[in-house]
């Protein structure tokens, strides 16, 4: 008997329920695109239709295929004199199985009537729409195709256009959902990130943006309190991104910029709820120095507090 699945039960709930809306809009619930063939045929189909030199165990392997399922299909094919096998030069021992006129005349509208079903799938939808579509199809299979072991791309930048927006939202919505902060959250935020814009001097302060395969998954600033002293603002990471040690690379980004620029010590501002990050500016040699309540963001018991780091 094999024990609990570590994966949350809703999320189980949520792929199947994808599965089934999306296997029954593209018509493959039973015969592909009310044709006579199954979804697993008209595959086989197409790799033959598309494919040179192509053997029996390749198509098990590469379509997971049990061997004695696809040799139904092939005798099927055979019979309808629509695939022909001949031994390989390089290899007696292997048979290669190819298309025949016949067999490519029976793929073709196949073909075309997938082709014409992706359209009307796509000619639903709005204009701008559909490339968000596209958008979400393409991470879908990219994070399949991974797999479990597949190392994310990470890439830090420079804010762009838009990125001090995302910062924004990004902390007005988290803070919110996670701790219940206010408006008044975002508004200060908003106005951070608007006094990093006006006032930016690119030889002492700088922005980093992390992405995480294409999506934008973090920040982190280094702004200038005098000559001497940076300050380390707007240190955020999306749930998804947590884990990957990003918050880790962002706060390090930051510190060897400032000692870089010459700086002789960095401070911050943030609260004692905040866990995790309080436990990335401990490891990184950062040290308490202040201590009061807030209550401001509509909390009740929380303390601000500064944290400094001699460079």
Request: aromatic share 8%; glycine share 8%.
């Amino acid at each position: 008997m094999s024990g609990p699945s570590p994966i949350p039960a809703a999320q189980v709930k949520a792929v199947r329920a994808f599965n089934r809306f999306y296997t029954q809009r593209i018509g493959v619930l039973d015969r592909y695109l009310g044709s006579d063939f199954t979804l697993t045929e008209v595959r086989v189909l197409y790799e033959l239709a598309h494919r040179k030199q192509l053997t029996a165990s390749a198509l098990v392997r590469e379509l997971g295929l049990d061997p004695g399922y696809l040799s139904r299909i092939l005798r099927k094919f055979d019979a309808q004199g629509w695939i022909v096998r001949e031994g390989a030069a390089h290899d007696a021992r292997q048979t290669l199985l190819q298309l025949t006129p016949k067999g490519h005349a029976a793929f073709a509208p196949l073909q075309q009537k997938s082709r014409d079903e992706a359209a009307a799938l796509l000619a639903a939808l709005s204009p701008r729409a559909r490339p968000r579509l596209i958008g979400a199809m393409d991470t879908l299979q990219r994070l399949l195709e991974a797999g479990a072991d597949a190392q994310p791309a990470i890439v830090m930048h420079d804010p762009r256009p838009g990125d001090m927006g995302w910062v924004v939202q990004q902390h007005g919505e988290l803070y919110a959902r996670e701790y219940g902060f206010t408006a008044d959250f975002e508004a200060l935020v908003a106005r951070i990130a608007a006094e990093f814009i006006d006032k930016f001097d690119p030889v002492h302060e700088k922005g980093w943006i992390a992405e995480v395969d294409g999506e934008r998954a973090g920040s982190v600033f280094v702004v200038r309190k005098s000559a001497t002293v940076a300050k380390l603002r707007l240190l955020i990471l999306r749930p998804e991104a947590r884990g990957l040690g990003l918050g880790q690379r962002l706060v390090d980004e930051a510190i060897d910029f400032a000692r870089a620029t010459g700086y002789r010590k960095m401070v911050l501002w943030t609260q004692d709820i905040l866990v995790a990050a309080r436990a990335i500016y401990k490891s990184r040699g950062f040290v308490l120095t202040q201590s009061e309540p807030n209550f401001d963001f509509g909390q009740k018991d929380m303390r601000a507090e500064t944290w400094e780091l001699k460079l």
